[in-house]
């Protein structure tokens, strides 16, 4: 069992909430073999941080295990506190270099020395770094939600709800410290082999924000299609309900084995949450428990204020389901309206502003060449 894993302590349970077991994850079935997997490190041309390299006489590099299109990470040993393995994290010389993607690799790490909770990824401060930027945080041994055993979905309706209510745990804490994460979703869970779990990457996580953001509708970063809440999409303003909305979707996939409006298109999939309701997760997996089901409608309700409050709601139900209130959300499920939105049909905008610049100068020729004739 890895050395830093063991290093969790007992989580630390929302307000109101039982205290959750030393081993959480550990009568959920998914959870009792999980393998350790890396992503692949595929060549670069980027600068790479050498096995055997120290950086700042401190991190002993041993291995390259993962690189996206953000940064690349390495498993390293920290010599200054008895060899512990840490993941350092190097963020890519394009993200370096650009104002707003350095901006989001900073935030990330403030945000992650902000918080301390058994299910968030812990990160370590550091002091007089030399050299390129980087951040250092616990190395977890075990896999990500959406690579857990994906032919086993739907999981089963109590282990899809107790991953879930373990989320709500640490994501909970989060909201305690003003801090909403803004892109849940299964690539930012991390199921670890010693049965814990872990909500990772911070770098779009923020204070709730009650204006619209003109830097996410210039940019367009603020969160994963599949797993935006309506108001996202809308550039609307975010809060706890935001995040309930996520976790909300993470759920149903759990529960039926696909996300809601599942859509060759991610981003036409994400504007039908604007305009409708999902499929009832009861059609697509028969054998979930009414109860289960209205869980999973209350978080995905369009209007924030029609969600769970906040995450201690959410996981109260999730804990205990038996006894969750029925509203019916599943009779009154309108599926979505067909609409044409030019920014999410940049062809169809195209061919529009085309005919009508077009229409335009044949106006325009005729105009100049006849009007002053028919005077």
């Known amino acids: 069992m890895d050395t830093m894993i063991q290093e969790s302590a007992t989580p630390m349970p929302l307000h109101g909430a039982a ?49 996206n299109g953000m940064a690349t990470i390495y498993r390293a040993e920290d010599l200054s506190n008895q060899g512990r393995e840490v993941a350092i994290k190097v963020p890519l010389l394009g993200v370096e ?5 350095f901006a989001h690799f900073r935030h990330e790490e403030e945000i992650g020395l902000r918080l301390a909770h058994p299910f968030l990824l812990r990160f370590h ?3 007089g770094k030399g050299g390129r930027p980087y951040l250092v945080t616990e190395y977890l041994r075990g896999c990500t939600l959406d690579r ?20 709500c745990e640490g994501v909970g804490h989060m909201h305690e410290r003003g801090v909403i994460h803004r ?24 204070a709730p924000m009650r204006r619209r953001s003109v830097f996410a509708r210039l940019t367009g970063i603020f969160g994963t299609p599949e797993y935006m809440a309506p108001e996202q999409v809308e550039n609307g303003p975010i809060d706890e309900r935001t995040d309930v909305y996520g976790l ?7 529960l039926t084995g696909s996300v809601p409006f599942q859509d060759g298109d991610p981003w036409e999939s994400a504007y039908k949450r604007t305009a409708g309701d999902p499929i009832a997760p009861r059609k697509l997996n028969p054998g979930l428990s009414p109860q289960a ?14 969600r769970y409050p906040g995450m201690a709601a959410f996981a109260a139900d999730l804990r205990a389901p038996a006894g969750v209130r029925m ?15 030019l920014q999410t049909t940049p062809v169809i905008a195209g061919l529009l502003l085309g005919f009508g610049a077009i229409a335009f100068f044949i106006l325009l020729f005729f105009v100049l060449r006849y009007w002053p004739s028919a005077r």
């Open 19 to 67: 205290p959750t077991a030393a081993l959480p994850l550990a009568d959920v079935t998914c959870c009792r073999a999980v393998p350790e997997v890396c992503g692949s490190v595929e060549p670069s041309a980027e600068p790479q941080l050498r096995p055997d390299q120290v950086l700042d006489g401190r991190f002993l590099i041993r291995a390259a295990i993962n690189r």
């Open 97 to 101: 270099s650009s104002p707003g993607g």
């Open 125 to 127: 401060p550091v002091a």
């Open 148 to 167: 857990l055993a994906p032919a086993a979905r739907p999981l089963a309706e109590a282990d899809a709800l107790k991953i879930t209510g373990l989320i």
């Open 183 to 206: 892109d849940l979703k299964p690539s930012n869970i991390m199921i670890c082999r010693d049965q814990t779990l872990r909500v990772m990457d911070f770098g779009l996580a923020s």
């Open 248 to 254: 909300g979707v993470i759920l149903y996939e759990l």
């Open 293 to 306: 089901e209205e869980i999973v409608l209350h978080a995905l309700q369009r209007r924030p204020r029609d």
């Open 327 to 341: 509203t019916g959300h599943a009779g009154r499920l309108q599926p979505p309206r067909k609409k044409i939105s």
